[in-house]
């Protein structure tokens, strides 16, 4: 086993990367590479791409995940179904080893990708609060256009056997469980909410989730973005363009973050999100019903 440090990527395919890149601007992504049939994209954190499409029929097509080291990287390669240890496609370089799910999703281990320049979001000012007061003199304004993606916070999918899945998952990458949803009796998990094992670092609530329920196959992907005014300022702006909106605005019960579901083109549903719960490996799972796991603080979610 080894433990893996973030989530690095999607991969997806589409039969129209123009459609794509346009959709993928007005969402906050910036392209990083293009090429003939193929399309990298980034946010404003350092990661040199977290989203590529590939011209072809639709479908999701993987999910990366960080290794800590080439040592860790090696030893990923000598796991059972493994490849070799191979050159990584994309801009920022870097090495690879690909494994395959027990569903047959493509599930990459990846390391030594350069960082890309890191770039300023659009920040607002600070906030005055009911308790606080940090902003005299100053006008808030904030800037219209596209909600700024910073980077990718968790990927979701649907599994045919849940405990299969994750046995899969944590055995290998050292994940470790935040929240467990189980359904009528508890002992009958269909998911849980799996973060990074970075021991007193403190990670997002959640890196990966498999869930037991409904057809196999791609869920959503999740991307942060600065605050609060991103998420409203990024779902009125893809709202005027005329995209497909599923879920939200609201802030969830497990994970807390504030999110809003849009569909790409193809009916992918991705995620702007923000403020998000972040733990270190000291906190243990909850066990919770499906009403919690669904329910919002404030919001609608589905």
């Not at 395959?100 to 493509?106: I, N, Q």
């Not at 899969?168 to 998911?191: A, C, H, M, P, Q």
């Not at 270190?280 to 919002?296: F, I």
């Amino acid at each position: 086993m080894i433990k893996v440090t973030d989530v690095a990527f999607v991969r997806f395919r589409a039969p129209d990367l123009d459609r794509m890149a346009s959709f993928l601007d007005d969402f906050g992504l910036i392209g990083a590479e293009r090429s003939a049939n193929a399309l990298y994209v980034r946010g404003t954190d350092p990661d040199p791409w977290i989203h590529h499409t590939e011209e072809g029929p639709t479908g999701f097509a993987g999910v990366g995940f960080e290794a800590a080291s080439a040592e860790d990287l090696e030893a990923a390669a000598r796991m059972d179904g493994a490849s070799d240890v191979e050159d990584l496609d994309g801009p920022g370089g870097g090495k690879r080893v690909r494994l395959t799910d027990p569903d047959g999703f493509s599930v990459e281990v990846v390391h030594g990708r350069e960082p890309a320049e890191p770039l300023t979001p659009p920040r607002a000012l600070p906030y005055n609060t009911g308790g606080e007061r940090r902003r005299t003199n100053q006008l808030q304004r904030v800037e219209r256009g596209p909600a700024r993606v910073k980077r990718l916070g968790h990927c979701v999918v649907r599994v045919s056997d849940f405990r299969n899945s994750r046995e899969w998952y944590t055995s290998r990458f050292g994940f470790i469980s935040s929240d467990d949803v189980y359904l009528g009796d508890e002992k009958n998990l269909i998911t849980s909410f799996l973060r990074c094992d970075r021991g007193d670092v403190p990670v997002d609530h959640h890196t990966l989730l498999c869930i037991g329920v409904g057809e196999v196959g791609f869920d959503h992907a999740a991307f942060e973005v600065e605050d609060v005014d991103a998420v409203m300022i990024g779902h009125e702006h893809l709202r005027d363009r005329g995209y497909d909106h599923h879920a939200g605005i609201g802030r969830h019960i497990l994970g807390s973050q504030v999110f809003d579901y849009w569909r790409d083109p193809w009916g992918h549903t991705l995620e702007h999100f923000t403020d998000g719960d972040l733990l270190d490996a000291s906190v243990k799972p909850s066990l919770m019903d499906p009403a919690v796991a669904l329910g919002t603080q404030w919001g609608k979610f589905g």
